[in-house]
């Protein structure tokens, strides 16, 4: 099969898409260091495709188009994590091998089941802690789930092997490190909405640099898409390759309830701040001046100032010295 053919086979597949190979390129030699690879992985039976709209993101906040992939293995993370964990890898190392850049870094990205690919992946894999610069683990289920539900249970390991590996008490999770290399700054979201989670902080990344729940109180499906996951993982990753960086603005959060108030418009659709008086947890809030989903008023949100009457939802204002 002639290279152009293979790399779009590949590519339909997700197994390696032509984006990650890069094999289009020629050497990509600069007189200044080429960025970290972000690379973004969808959870459980997720498409590569169902992160486009956060790699769009990451593009338009300036990040080259060229450096920002998503992927998946063939069975969608619903197969064995280990090998998925090892399809990652090898799609690490034809990435290099393809732009010619052996010393080419990522940033991973991982939602769900993703996540215990990842860590499986970085426990096993000797390349790991020269290839991943920064991990992000984004509701894994880092510490084991299952629901109430015996029959739901039983149904999703009969019909994934990925189930049965993050159960809560499985021998795979049992089997993975507690810690992460050193080299490899982590950073693991929770939040106390995602009913996928149980308990909640089964999310929290075992051995990380960070654990920060999600500025708004969101739902396990609503990590691709919300606002405020996306800027608070970019402004870590910002603060870490460049240690002078510090987003523009005040943050308000749940210890100042008077401006966090202020900084937010419920119920849905209000055209103005009105008083909490009377106000139910079933009323959602939205940053004053954006469209940021701040979540139910009665939980804790990161609210930050970034000019007269406009607010976004950011974790890092979780973050003391930020």
Known sequence: MESGRLVRWLGRLCLVPAALLGLAGTSNAQTTPKKP??????????????????????????????????WTDDTRMSGDLKAAGEKMGAAMEQFATGRKEPDVQFIVIAWSAA???????????????????????????????????????????????????????????????????????????????D???????????????LNLE???????????TDIGVRRTVYNIIQKQLNPGFSPAGKCYTA?????????????????????????????????????DNTGEID?????????????VADGTCAIPDF
Not at 119 to 144: C, E, H, W
Not at 214 to 224: E, K, L, S, V
């Open 299 to 311: 939980q804790i949100s990161q609210l930050r100032a970034v000019s007269e009457n406009y607010y």
């Open 115 to 193: 996540v215990i690919a990842t860590r499986s992946y970085i426990q096993n894999d000797p390349n790991a802690t020269k290839r991943v610069k920064m991990f992000f683990s984004l509701a894994g289920p880092n510490n084991g789930t299952a629901t109430d539900n015996a029959l739901f249970n039983f149904a999703c390991k009969a019909l994934s092997i990925a189930c049965g590996q993050f159960e809560t008490g499985s021998e795979f999770l049992r089997n993975l490190p507690q810690t992460l290399p050193a080299s490899i700054y982590s950073v693991g979201l929770w939040s106390k909405c």
């Open 37 to 70: 690879v972000i690379a973004i992985i969808p959870g459980m039976w997720g498409t590569s495709e169902l992160m486009d709209d956060m790699r769009q993101w990451f593009v338009n906040q300036g990040w080259p188009s060229d450096r920002v992939v998503t």
């Open 195 to 209: 009913v996928n989670g149980n308990p909640r902080e089964t999310a929290k990344l075992p051995g990380a640099n």
């Open 214 to 224: 999600t500025p708004a109180c969101i739902t396990h499906f609503d990590y691709p």
């Open 255 to 291: 210890v100042n309830t008077k401006q966090s108030e202020k900084a937010r418009i419920w119920p849905q659709g209000s055209s103005s701040a009105p008083t909490p008086t009377g106000s139910t947890s079933s009323q959602v809030g939205f940053a004053l001046g954006s469209n």
